[in-house]
């Protein structure tokens, strides 16, 4: 019986311990680095103009298919009335936009993504 009391103490101070572990990791994490919403551009960037002030998304592309895309390794639907858009032309050709190339992206409220705008070198370098 006294075994069971030790026990037992030495799991409460073990449940108590690790309460306190959780406790101060989660207080100690910045809250900026866990947000949910994210920098939408880079603060050096500058947009072309025509190209929208904000967008929902950015990242490379890992692949695109007829209904899908994968940006940052995050698999995304596309709309079926998707805009393919470049710096240079609106309703572009979804041929121009392939693998390892940047984009910006706003979704639909169907969280589909509706616009799809390419980010050139020149935006990322200015």
Known sequence: MKRHR????????????TGLVLFVILFSVPPDCCSAERELFRPEWVMPEGYPEFFHGWGRIGYIGEDEI??????????????????TERYARK????????????????????????????????
């Open 6 to 17: 030790i026990l037992f103490k030495e799991i409460k101070i073990m449940l108590a311990l």
């Open 70 to 87: 994968s940006v940052n390794d995050i698999h995304l639907r596309l709309s079926p009335s998707v805009i393919y858009n470049t710096p």
């Open 95 to 126: 041929a121009l936009f392939t693998k390892g190339k940047l984009v910006g992206f706003l979704f639909n409220d169907e969280n589909e993504i509706i616009s799809l705008w390419l980010i050139t070198m020149e935006e990322e370098k200015k």
